[in-house]
């Protein structure tokens, strides 16, 4: 059975796509059943994370086997020095040289401003010769504009957002989001305002649901779990329960031992990935062209609560279902 990807028309005029991570940790992992797919469709693809594993950065000059474009963007390979540290990007390259027997560069972005970024990603395309890229959400936050009742943690995924909006040199440039009702502090019935706002913009592209049955789904599945096997990697509480959905989980199922104690709501809305066109979600949204300027996580957080301190908020609401 294969991934019906509602943008694999679009996808197939890439010659060279990026699969980035927005919003940093296991966001990449998101991304690995559509990179599964389309490698099958012989598609070339890459792979790349917004890191949350600094160690990549402040020891780079002490690793092996990695390739620096710069002082915040490196490429992680199978070879490059294992460290017992928070490092899943490292453990992916690993999984994917011992199962595939295919030398993957992990290309990762540490955090920081739009600036330094935008930066990094411009390098990153000429490395590569990128001519699309797919942005990738754990979660949907990346789809607040900035007036929900609560946003999530909406600071990477607007970083990201910003700087990929100013490569206009790319033809393609998309969202995917993956993992609906997994994360907290979101008001989802705003979130599914946006995606009808998006829709009347024409920049909603489609869904579509992962299922077990899938080669893409299971390859996923494998490489997640090889890599929060691994010593000191904390398990992805977002992509944890898409598998539970995956699996036929209901409820208040719990993955991980990370959710001990919470009460979750395993649903099969988080096996279905939402795409949309990044200009459609930069044209809604409402402070991101304050973030421009940034060169730093601290200026992005000052800019935002600027912005968010007499913006009024939307009614928290709930989803009316009977």
């Known amino acids: 059975m294969n991934l019906n990807l509602p943008i694999l028309n679009q996808l197939f005029n890439s010659k060279n796509l990026l699969i980035a991570g927005m919003g940093g940790g296991f966001d990449i992992f998101c991304g690995l059943p559509i990179y599964f797919e389309l490698r099958r469709l012989g598609l070339k693809a890459h792979l790349a994370n917004l890191s949350f594993s600094n160690i990549v950065f402040s ?10 474009l710069t002082e915040t963007l490196v490429g992680i390979t199978a070879e490059t020095e294992e460290l017992p540290v928070y490092f899943p990007e490292l453990y992916l390259a690993q999984y994917l040289k011992k199962e595939f027997n295919e030398a993957v560069s992990i290309w990762c972005f540490k955090k920081t401003g739009v600036v330094p970024l935008l ?5 990153l395309i000429e490395h590569l010769s990128i001519d699309g890229i797919l942005l990738i959400d754990g979660g949907v936050d990346s789809l607040a504009r900035g007036d929900e009742a609560e946003m999530g943690t909406v600071t990477e995924d607007a970083v990201s957002i910003a700087a990929v909006s100013q490569l206009t040199q790319i033809p393609l440039r998309l969202i995917g989001c993956l993992g609906m009702g997994a994360e907290r502090d979101i ?27 899938m ?3 299971q390859d996923y599945e494998k490489a997640l779990l090889y890599v929060q096997s691994r010593p000191q990697q904390e398990p992805s509480i977002i992509n944890s329960s898409i598998i539970s959905a995956v699996q036929g989980h209901f409820g208040d199922y719990h993955q991980t031992y990370r959710t001990k104690g919470s009460k979750l709501w395993i649903s099969p809305l988080m096996s279905i990935y939402w795409f949309f066109e990044l200009s459609a979600i930069v044209e809604q949204h409402l402070f991101l062209s304050q973030l421009f300027a940034t060169e730093t996580l601290a200026d992005v957080l000052q800019e935002m609560l600027k912005v968010m301190k007499n913006r009024p908020r939307r009614i928290a609401a709930q989803i009316p279902l009977p």
């Open 119 to 123: 930066n990094n990603y411009n390098q």
């Open 59 to 68: 020891q780079a000059a002490k690793l092996q086997q990695t390739i620096r």
């Open 187 to 213: 008001t989802h019935v705003h979130i599914l305002e946006n995606i009808a706002s998006l829709a009347s913009l024409d920049g909603f592209l489609g869904s579509c649901s992962l299922l077990k049955q």
């Open 215 to 217: 080669q893409s789904y």
